[in-house]
């Protein structure tokens, strides 16, 4: 069965977040504790992304995977948080657990790419946590370098230290 992606409507917001949830406790759980991925719920997500999407939506794209009508993974693209004009910011991309290892995050990855160049950006960005292995070499395998740049956020209380990678358009 192959996946299909389309662009996500306001009914796909909550599951979007119980799906965002999922995809970070089973991402996250060998770095980060449990407490830090315990909040917020899925359902809490889903209300973040229902608000998040209310004032994004006309500079951001966000779209979704599906299987056999199952909605299993999301990406997210927008301008550069740092509003440079020629750059693209790819800020999520999340599969469920189950779909690991399937090819949709790649499907997902390439589709974003090639919004972004729709747009006309020459480059992208995205920031990911330092010490998620796996999708820092998912991001490398699909032609992004890290640029140096650290940041550090929080998940609850754990910090969660990010790294800044590119890749030209």
Same mark, same amino acid.
């Given at each position: 069965m192959t996946v299909t992606l389309r662009p996500a409507t306001d009914d796909d917001l909550m599951g979007i977040g119980a799906l965002h949830q999922r995809s970070r406790v089973a991402a996250y759980s060998s770095f980060l504790p449990a407490e830090a991925l315990a909040e917020p719920t899925g359902e809490a997500m889903g209300r973040y992304w229902t608000e998040r999407w209310a004032w994004e939506r006309d500079n951001q794209r966000l779209t979704v995977a599906e299987r056999a009508g199952v909605l299993v993974g999301f990406s997210y693209v927008g301008p550069d948080d740092e509003?440079?004009?020629? &750059?693209?910011?790819?800020?999520?991309? =999340?599969?469920? /657990?189950? !779909?690991?290892?399937?090819?949709?995050?790649?499907?997902? $990855?390439?589709?974003?790419?090639?919004? $972004?160049?729709?747009?006309?950006?020459?480059?992208?960005?995205?920031?990911?946590?330092?010490?998620?292995? =796996?999708?820092?070499?998912?991001? !490398?395998?699909?032609?992004? &370098?890290? &640029?140096?740049?650290?940041?550090?956020? =929080? $998940?609850? &209380?754990?910090?969660?230290?990010?790294?800044?990678?590119?890749? /030209?358009?």
């Open positions: 509003d440079d004009p020629a &750059t693209g910011l790819l800020n999520a991309i =999340h599969l469920d /657990p189950a !779909e690991q290892g399937r090819g949709t995050g790649r499907a997902l $990855m390439v589709d974003a790419l090639d919004a $972004m160049r729709a747009r006309g950006w020459q480059r992208a960005v995205l920031w990911v946590l330092r010490d998620n292995a =796996h999708a820092r070499a998912f991001y !490398e395998r699909g032609g992004w &370098t890290p &640029t140096g740049a650290e940041r550090e956020e =929080h $998940m609850g &209380t754990a910090p969660a230290p990010q790294l800044r990678y590119t890749r /030209p358009l």
